[in-house]
């Protein structure tokens, strides 16, 4: 059994971080302030450091602290649905698969307002209902997992909570070049997750 216990389950793809560092870089000045909600191991967060970000990982799992020290990456503690941050000191809110985790979404969603500045981004990413059916990386292969979320309930849910809707893309990962391609046609009509892209307006 692995020491890292549930962490040794999250492998991001390199192409998911890829495609966000390259949103906040058309979107965020350098050094911009970047939080992930729900960081896991860190690799976002290394990666953001390694492009001129002030990324800061934010994890429930007292695992991530052993992993993080190995790795370079700083980062606390702690749930994303009440953190120790003041208000509006994020230039970015990143949740990677961590909305579909939770009884109460918007309570996650509404604190990452709270850190927001005015034209602050948030991004995040949780399955489709479509992901349900996909025989790797099935919904309900995790156990921890509560419900999928439609577009329309992804689009409900950043209103709810004062944002401003930019975007939803569909996606499906892949491991290799195949795989990708492969993925960029699924993506079309059965997506396995969603990426939601908003931001801050006003105070």
């Given at each position: 059994?692995?020491?890292?216990?549930?962490?040794?389950?999250?492998?991001?793809?390199?192409?998911?971080?890829?495609?966000?560092?390259?949103?906040?870089?058309?979107?965020l000045?350098?050094?911009?302030?970047?939080?992930?909600?729900?960081?896991?191991?860190?690799?976002?967060?290394?990666?953001?450091?390694?492009?001129?970000?002030?990324?800061?990982?934010?994890?429930?799992?007292?695992?991530?602290?052993?992993?993080?020290?190995?790795?370079?990456?700083?980062?606390?503690?702690?749930?994303g649905a009440?953190?120790?941050?003041?208000?509006?000191?994020?230039?970015?809110?990143?949740?990677?698969?961590?909305?579909?985790?939770?009884?109460?979404?918007?309570?996650?969603?509404?604190?990452?307002?709270?850190?927001?500045?005015?034209?602050?981004?948030?991004?995040?990413?949780?399955?489709?209902?479509?992901?349900?059916?996909?025989?790797?990386?099935?919904?309900?292969?995790?156990?921890?997992?509560?419900?999928?979320?439609?577009?329309?309930?992804?689009?409900?849910?950043?209103?709810?909570?004062?944002?401003?809707?930019?975007?939803?893309?569909?996606?499906?990962?892949?491991?290799?070049?195949v795989?990708?391609?492969?993925?960029?046609?699924?993506?079309?009509?059965?997506?396995?997750?969603?990426?939601?892209?908003?931001?801050?307006?006003?105070?």
């Amino acid at each position: 059994m692995s020491t890292e216990g549930p962490l040794a389950h999250l492998r991001e793809h390199k192409d998911v971080i890829e495609a966000d560092l390259a949103l906040m870089s058309e979107r965020l000045a350098a050094g911009a302030r970047v939080l992930d909600v729900g960081a896991g191991r860190g690799s976002f967060v290394k990666e953001a450091r390694r492009q001129g970000f002030a990324a800061l990982a934010l994890e429930m799992d007292a695992g991530a602290i052993a992993v993080w020290s190995q790795e370079g990456v700083p980062g606390f503690l702690g749930s994303g649905a009440m953190t120790p941050f003041v208000d509006a000191c994020f230039d970015a809110v990143r949740m990677k698969e961590v909305l579909e985790h939770v009884e109460a979404p918007l309570t996650l969603v509404r604190e990452a307002r709270r850190l927001l500045r005015p034209q602050g981004l948030l991004i995040c990413h949780t399955p489709t209902p479509y992901s349900q059916l996909y025989p790797v990386g099935n919904f309900w292969d995790d156990y921890t997992h509560v419900r999928p979320f439609s577009r329309a309930g992804l689009r409900r849910l950043i209103a709810d909570a004062g944002l401003q809707l930019a975007h939803i893309d569909s996606y499906v990962s892949g491991r290799n070049a195949v795989e990708r391609a492969l993925g960029r046609l699924l993506a079309r009509v059965f997506p396995h997750m969603y990426r939601g892209v908003a931001w801050r307006d006003g105070p």
